[in-house]
T-cell receptor, first 113, second 112 residues
Framework: EAQVTQNPRYLITVTGKKLTVTCSQNMNHEYMSWYRQDPGLGLRQIYYSMNVEVTDKGDVPEGYKVSRKEKRNFPLILESPSPNQTSLYFC????????????FGSGTRLTVV | GNSVTQMEGPVTLSEEAFLTINCTYTATGYPSLFWYVQYPGEGLQLLLKATKADDKGSNKGFEATYRKETTSFHLEKGSVQVSDSAVYFCALIIQGAQKLVFGQGTRLTINP
């Protein structure tokens, strides 16, 4: 089944403790992206990657890191999480081109206390 | 800049009612347009899309027509069901870019 898999689905952590949210897709998509979803603010792009070893900042990159060492994986790294990073996170992937739309993962609900 | 504006929710309807969720956009280029649906506790799923003017996207009884003259992509369904209760997002991608720009989302609740 074609899908984007995120892990974990739920995570509660403490301020300052490094964490990684994994994202993997099995569709051979070049493009991958991370979004966060917050009430009243909608979906905002954190980082994106057009292909292996090519990453770039989205609208709200502060406090986040990403890497794209393999085509299928695009982990999101929070080096020192803070409570304002409590959010619902989505990974997405697509073929390059404007007509394809994205395939989204099921989401990771992160709480930083 | 590029942006999407959706009608504010929440929207509450009775089963079998007609649904319209308005979506208008502002784009510097020539966008492709999308509707995504988010069911409770799940990720976003592509509902339908249109890539050029006058195209009609359709899926699961939902339809939306790309209207360049009014810069709109309104979502419609003739007879809604309780299972259609979800949050609906209108979105665009500009030609030459890859970023999906979302509207704020419209929460739809269908009562039996």
């Amino acid at each position: 089944e074609a899908q984007v898999t995120q892990n974990p689905r739920y995570l509660i952590t403490v301020t300052g403790k490094k964490l990684t949210v994994t994202c993997s897709q099995n569709m051979n998509h070049e493009y991958m992206s991370w979004y966060r979803q917050d009430p009243g603010l909608g979906l905002r792009q954190i980082y994106y990657s057009m292909n292996v070893e090519v990453t770039d900042k989205g609208d709200v990159p502060e406090g986040y890191k990403v890497s794209r060492k393999e085509k299928r994986n695009f982990p999101l790294i929070l080096e020192s999480p803070s409570p304002n990073q409590t959010s619902l996170y989505f990974c997405a992937s697509s073929l390059v081109g404007t007509g394809f739309g994205y395939t989204f993962g099921s989401g990771t609900r992160l709480t930083v206390v | 800049g590029n942006s999407v504006t959706q009608m504010e929710g929440p929207v509450t309807l009775s089963e079998e009612a007609f649904l319209t969720i308005n979506c208008t956009y502002t784009a510097t280029g020539y966008p492709s347009l999308f509707w995504y649906v988010q069911y409770p506790g799940e990720g976003l799923q592509l509902l339908l899309k249109a890539t050029k003017a006058d195209d009609k996207g359709s899926n699961k009884g939902f339809e939306a027509t790309y209207r360049k003259e009014t810069t709109s992509f309104h979502l419609e369904k003739g007879s809604v069901q309780v299972s259609d209760s979800a949050v609906y997002f209108c979105a665009l991608i500009i030609q030459g870019a890859q970023k999906l720009v979302f509207g704020q989302g419209t929460r739809l609740t269908i009562n039996p």
